[in-house]
């Protein structure tokens, strides 16, 4: 069993991925909506294509994990994703924004899959939960993104040289984290699918369907309900008239709630279960999505994404932590089954809510996000398998460098 440090420079590589990535463009939207003369509609189209861009990443990113082991992935797609985040800031044009989020957006997933599949390495390695203290990690680097955003954009920084600077500090940790984070891939599941007798193939075969369709339910609705904060927070609240470095603050909000939940997340999961965590986060997201929309301030709009945020915390580290535990699926196609169907979620909800904030009003489209939060909690106990974070390892003749 490896130490407790072991865990760090995972950790290390989630904050790098929150703090470099989609947050911090996101939190300066506002602005580039301005730039373009954009409406929400129209914006939504734009932001869709990093859900695009990621959801093509994905159909290969899991494979190439499998293929060349998590840690070679997580350093080439942390070196691609800073180089390119100046572009976002550049782009002239709606079209050409939509093609550098596509890039960024691709960039991103890859990082994202190879990253949450090395943590699902070390859970199974070491035989502990940490799934959620990493996700953790990630929101207090994207809470950090959107706080270097909201004074950025009070000094009036370009949002071109604020992402250059940003990028540029994420290729050392790409480069760093090709020597530091946990080798191999597991491949045992796909070697024994591959021996077994044809019917015990089928019941596998049963099982991998079965345990994917849940793995999708989940991560798409997680996408559903962290899409919108991150994409329309700050629309939202700039839309109180507000000074130019508040709207920021909304996506800090929610990443400030994100950030307590997951802190405690891996606790409370060992101590009352995958199921009754989904069930009582789900629950809290609505609470704080309805309070958000109802009550209209930008004060309580923050609260309201923090309350949310908190609720929410759990979905995406329960995802990526029973997509190594899935009969049948090895953690890296796990992983990118998680990210592929969570990115499809993305895809679709800024194309949805920017419609929706032309027929109904931004402010009620929140609404409508409190509603999956509503189903999700109701299904938490079909959707998510048992916890068990003690299987034991794979012989060393089927894990590749």
């Known amino acids: 069993m490896r130490g407790r440090a072991g865990v760090v420079p995972i950790a290390v590589v989630f ?53 060349t082991g998590s840690r070679t992935v997580v350093a080439g ?16 044009s709606a079209p050409s924004l939509f ?24 859970e199974r390695r070491s035989g502990r939960s940490v799934m959620h203290r990493l996700h953790a990690a990630w929101s207090l680097g994207a809470l950090g993104a959107a706080g270097v955003a909201s004074v950025a954009a009070g000094f009036e920084v370009p949002l071109t040289l604020h992402l250059a600077v940003i990028g540029a ?7 760093v984290a090709r020597r530091t984070l946990e080798p191999g891939a597991l491949a045992a599941v ?18 991998w369907i079965h345990g994917v369709g849940l793995l999708a339910a989940l991560s798409i ?6 899409g919108p904060p991150a994409d329309w927070g700050a629309v939202r609240i700039e839309q109180f ?22 802190a405690v997340g891996d606790h409370l ?26 009550v209209a301030h930008p004060v309580t709009f923050m609260l309201g994404l923090a309350l949310a945020g908190f609720g929410a915390s759990a979905l995406f580290p329960l995802a990526f932590s029973a997509a190594s535990r899935t009969p049948g699926v090895a953690p890296g196609v796990g992983a990118a089954v998680v990210s592929l169907t969570g990115r499809i979620g993305f895809l679709v909800e800024p194309v949805l809510v920017g419609a929706l904030a032309e027929l109904i009003d931004l402010r009620w489209s929140f609404l409508s996000v409190a509603g999956v939060a509503i189903v999700l909690s109701v299904a938490a106990p079909r959707i998510v398998p048992p916890g068990d974070y003690s299987q034991p390892m794979p012989s060393p003749s089927l894990s590749r460098p």
């Open 169 to 175: 500090a994420m290729v050392p940790v790409g480069l």
């Open 15 to 67: 904050v790098a991925n929150g703090f470099g990535a989609g947050p911090s463009f996101l939190a300066r939207l506002p602005e580039r909506q301005r730039q373009l003369d954009l409406s929400e509609g129209q914006l939504g189209l734009v932001v869709a294509g990093m859900g695009l861009g990621a959801l093509l990443a994905s159909m290969i990113a899991g494979r190439l994990v499998e293929r």
């Open 99 to 122: 093609a550098a989020l596509m890039v960024v957006g691709a960039a991103d997933a890859t990082m994202d899959i190879s990253m949450n599949a090395n943590g699902a390495l070390y």
């Open 269 to 294: 999961t060992d101590r009352y279960g995958d199921a009754a965590m989904l069930r009582f986060g789900t629950a809290v997201a609505a609470v704080g999505f309805v309070f958000g929309a109802v």
């Open 241 to 262: 008239g507000v000074a130019s470095w508040v709207p920021a603050l909304g996506f800090a909000a929610f990443m400030a709630g994100m950030l307590a939940g997951r």
């Open 221 to 226: 609705g997680g996408a559903l309900l962290e």
């Open 190 to 207: 796909e070697v024994a699918v591959a021996v077994a007798p044809q019917g015990e193939r089928r019941r596998w075969s049963e099982r």
């Open 77 to 92: 797609s942390a070196v691609a994703l800073g180089l390119c985040q100046w572009t976002v800031g550049a782009a002239p």
